[in-house]
């Protein structure tokens, strides 16, 4: 069973037992006996060689050579029909009778209506919060906390993305940037900043069913994402606190080390995916949700 590998709450309850029985002395041991005092060596270099692929091509040559020694011609014949046999198999369309007997859905088959998965909604102390059960989580939380971005205007709509990482890598009042990370290594399973935005409707609006927004109304927030396990929820609320209400002063020089890596990989991406790029700049003319979109995602 592929889930068994993520139900890790019983190891990670062992390791902690045994953390408290030797007073944290199981990482040193482990350093002790696996590092520092082990006497296993390896030394492994590797050269370049221009010529490899011909020496490989040639092994390969002679052991089909060798090979064919081997065989008797009634063998060599046997052997050499069956590959022509298997060439033309794979090679020749199934027939119509083959391809009935492979499962197939129809159109009145499938329900056209989806699932529907159980959101609550409620408020509470002015805030709205959306609950999700997952039964499959293994007892793990995911807990995202949105900051309305709606007041900043358009012109610094490309920031928002640049302002969440800072948020998240320029430490707190308590902790600087690098023991910040350890901390959320330590009492998580990772935080992450990410910016939704989407086109909306209206609520006052008199149209029903299905419809397609016209991109004119925006709602924007910046998103925290983490996770943890049931007995860390308290470490990760608090990690929320720390970094959206005692942040440090962003300094000149974390903004710049992180604008430069977010450059470099808009250029790797831009070298894989550039007709996407080039659709959002097209796109960014005709609505304000396109605009925004190229602003945060686009060139």
């Keep these: 069973d592929p889930r068994e590998t993520l139900a890790y709450e019983d190891a990670f309850q062992e390791l902690k037992d045994e953390v408290e029985r030797t007073s944290g002395d199981v990482f040193v041991s482990m350093i002790r006996e696996r590092l520092l005092y082990n006497a296993h060596r390896v030394v492994t270099e590797l050269y370049p060689s221009s010529t490899v692929e011909q020496e490989y091509n040639d092994e390969e040559q002679m052991y089909l050579e060798g090979l064919r020694t081997q065989l008797s011609e009634q063998q060599f014949t046997a052997l050499l029909h069956e590959s022509n046999q298997l060439e033309k198999i794979q090679k020749t369309d199934d027939s119509p009778s083959a391809l009935a007997t492979i499962p197939s ?132 609320f608090g990690l929320y606190e720390e970094i959206i209400f005692d942040g440090r002063e962003f300094t000149k020089e974390k903004t710049l080390t992180i604008i430069k890596e977010m450059v470099a990989n808009l250029e790797d991406e831009i070298g894989e995916s550039g007709h996407r790029y080039a659709a959002r700049r097209i796109g960014s003319r005709y609505n304000a949700y396109d605009y925004v979109r190229e602003q945060m995602e686009g060139i």
């Design 105 to 236: 859905l129809t159109i009145d088959e499938i329900d056209p209506v989806g699932d529907e998965f159980r959101i609550d909604t409620y408020i509470e102390t002015d805030v709205l919060i959306a609950e999700h059960p997952v039964e499959s989580s293994f007892g793990i939380l995911y807990i995202d906390y949105g900051l309305d971005m709606s007041i900043i205007s358009l012109e610094d709509a490309a920031l928002i993305p640049l302002l969440g990482r800072l948020m998240l890598e320029s430490g707190t009042s308590q902790l600087n940037d690098v023991q910040l990370e350890r901390k959320i290594g330590a009492r998580t399973g990772g935080i992450e900043s990410e910016v939704m935005f989407e086109a909306i409707i209206p609520s006052s609006s008199e149209i029903d069913g299905f419809v397609v927004p016209d991109g004119n109304l925006l709602e924007t927030k910046l998103f925290f994402r983490g996770k943890c396990t049931k007995e860390q929820v308290t470490d990760l």
